[in-house]
C-alpha cells in the first residue's frame, strides 16, 4: 500500500484552505504509541534502520538511526486525522483536511513513507523466506493471517479499519 499511497497523494493538488483554524486532532498520544509498538513488535530488530536523509547527516559525525514503526505511526495519524475529519460531510473542512494532509505529506510523511519502504524492501531482500514464501510465516502467524482462508484478506481489512472501535 505504500506505493500506491505515496503515488496517489502526489496527484493530489495543492489547494487552498476554505475555513479559518485548524481541522480538528482524532489520533490521541495512545493511539500514536499503539500502533508504533504493535509495528514495532512485529518487525523486532528489522525496525531499526539508517536514515540517510536526515537534513542533519551531513553535519553529522554518527550514524543516524531511524524506525520503521515510527514512519508508519507518523503516515498512520496524518491519515486516520485526515479520514476522520473528512468524515464531517462539512464540505469547507473536508477540502481542508485533504489539504492539510497533502501539506503534511509534503513536510514530512511522504519521505517517511519512501524511507519506511526502502527500510521494508531490505528486510524483503535479506530474507531468502520471505522471497521465497512471499510473506514470512512468523508475520502469518502474529498478524492471524491464514493465507489460505478466502475470507482472511476480509478480516484483516476489518480489523484494520475497527482498530479504533475494538480499543475504546
Given amino acids: 500500500l505504500l506505493p500506491l499511497l505515496y ?3 502526489i ?3 495543492n489547494d487552498e484552505r476554505q475555513v ?3 481541522t480538528e486532532q482524532f489520533v490521541t498520544e495512545s493511539d500514536y504509541d499503539d500502533v508504533a509498538h504493535n509495528v514495532a513488535q512485529l518487525l523486532g530488530e528489522d525496525d531499526n534502520y539508517l536514515e540517510v536523509f ?3 547527516m551531513p553535519y553529522s559525525d554518527e550514524p ?3 524506525c520503521i514503526s515510527e514512519n508508519l505511526a507518523d503516515i498512520y495519524q ?3 486525522n485526515m479520514a476522520a475529519n473528512y468524515q464531517s460531510r462539512n464540505t469547507d473542512l473536508m477540502l481542508d483536511a485533504v489539504t492539510e494532509c497533502v501539506a503534511a505529506f509534503r513536510q514530512h510523511w511522504g519521505q517517511k513513507t519512501l524511507n519506511a519502504l526502502r527500510a521494508l524492501h531490505n528486510i524483503y531482500i535479506s530474507d531468502p523466506v520471505l522471497q521465497e514464501k512471499g510473506i514470512n510465516k512468523d508475520f502469518q502467524d502474529h498478524a492471524g493471517i491464514d493465507v489460505n482462508d478466502p475470507n482472511s484478506r476480509q478480516s484483516r481489512r476489518d480489523s484494520v479499519f475497527n482498530y479504533n472501535k475494538t480499543q475504546h
Avoid: C, V, Y
Wanted: no cysteine.
Fill in 64 to 66: 543516524i538511526a531511524s
Fill in 78 to 80: 496524518e491519515l486516520k
Fill in 20 to 22: 479559518e483554524g485548524f
Fill in 11 to 13: 496527484m493530489l493538488g
Fill in 54 to 56: 536526515h537534513p542533519d
Fill in 7 to 9: 503515488l496517489k497523494t
